[in-house]
Nanobody
Framework: QVQLVESGGGLVQAGGSLRLSCAAS????????MGWFRQAPGKAREFVAA????????SIADSVKGRFTISRDIAKNTLYLQMNSLKPEDTAVYYC???????????????WGQGTQVTVSS
């Protein structure tokens, strides 16, 4: 099992920045990739960004490209999401997730954190 704990969410004004963190523990050696998803009220959960844990491949949604950056600290088993130029439409619960093999689809992620709320005021 892999446990994921997110932190760093909060309330920020439009144009501001936040950095989310996701600390992984447990059988982290089995993780091939980690990513961020978000779910706004009344909407389906959507992909935000992901990266291969041991390599250099990344994927990021068009809606956040140029504003959000995903990174990781392997020594700390921690995933980050730097969010700049935030917009009210970025308001959502942000979830960290881990995948053991494939990682291009939401269904590939078998481990999920509890989520952290990000609210962007206009």
């Amino acid at each position: 099992q892999v446990q994921l704990v997110e932190s760093g969410g909060g309330l920020v004004q439009a144009g501001g920045s936040l950095r989310l963190s996701c600390a992984a523990s447990g059988r982290t050696y089995s993780v091939n990739a980690m990513g961020w998803f978000r779910q706004a009220p009344g909407k389906a959960r959507e992909f935000v960004a992901a990266l291969s844990w041991g390599g250099s491949s990344t994927s990021i949604a068009d809606s956040v490209k140029g504003r959000f950056t995903i990174s990781r600290d392997i020594a700390k088993n921690t995933l980050y999401l730097q969010m700049n130029s935030l917009k009210p439409e970025d308001t959502a619960v942000y979830y960290c997730a881990a995948a053991r093999w494939a990682w291009r689809s939401e269904g590939d992620y078998g481990y999920w954190g509890q989520g952290t709320q990000v609210t962007v005021s206009s």
